[in-house]
């Protein structure tokens, strides 16, 4: 009876990770393909932060695109970033902070597309 026990131990032995893989290891951002970014050694995939329609990770540019009423009520920019916020109807954005960016470019269009920004220390 022990002989099935053993056996299911070492197949499940064999699936759990033991170790972070060399393929992925890095010393800079062209040691990585274009759909990851180097952090701490190793190319991993990134997503874009919450507020950020698309972006680049390596760049570190964000586009918030606000294309409807009420889309965007308090845009955050994410620190450090390039930000292009564009808030493109009316009443389309509420706040928008880029106090942690890194520049920011605000585009409102429309009547009250955008009501309260608060910008930062960058362009």
Same mark, same amino acid.
């Given at each position: 009876?022990?002989?099935?026990?053993?056996?299911?131990?070492?197949?499940?032995?064999?699936?759990?990770?033991? @170790?972070? @893989?060399?393929?992925?290891?890095?010393?800079?951002?062209?040691?990585?393909? @274009?759909?990851?970014?180097?952090?701490?050694?190793?190319?991993?995939?990134?997503?874009?932060?919450?507020?950020?329609?698309?972006?680049?990770?390596?760049?570190?540019?964000?586009?918030?695109?606000?294309?409807?009423?009420?889309?965007?009520?308090?845009?955050?920019?994410?620190?450090?970033?390039?930000?292009?916020?564009?808030?493109?109807?009316?009443?389309?954005?509420?706040?928008?902070?880029?106090?942690?960016?890194?520049?920011? @470019?605000?585009?409102?269009?429309?009547?009250?597309?955008?009501?309260?920004?608060?910008?930062?220390?960058?362009?």
């Amino acid at each position: 009876m022990r002989w099935p026990v053993a056996v299911l131990a070492l197949a499940l032995a064999g699936c759990l990770p033991n @170790s972070r @893989s060399d393929e992925f290891a890095c010393a800079s951002q062209a040691d990585c393909a @274009s759909d990851r970014i180097c952090d701490g050694g190793f190319c991993i995939r990134a997503e874009c932060p919450d507020d950020c329609s698309s972006c680049d990770l390596v760049a570190k540019t964000c586009t918030i695109a606000c294309l409807g009423s009420g889309d965007c009520d308090n845009v955050q920019c994410p620190d450090g970033f390039d930000c292009n916020v564009l808030c493109m109807v009316a009443r389309a954005c509420d706040n928008v902070d880029c106090s942690g960016a890194r520049s920011c @470019s605000v585009t409102c269009l429309g009547t009250t597309a955008c009501k309260d920004i608060t910008c930062g220390d960058g362009p």
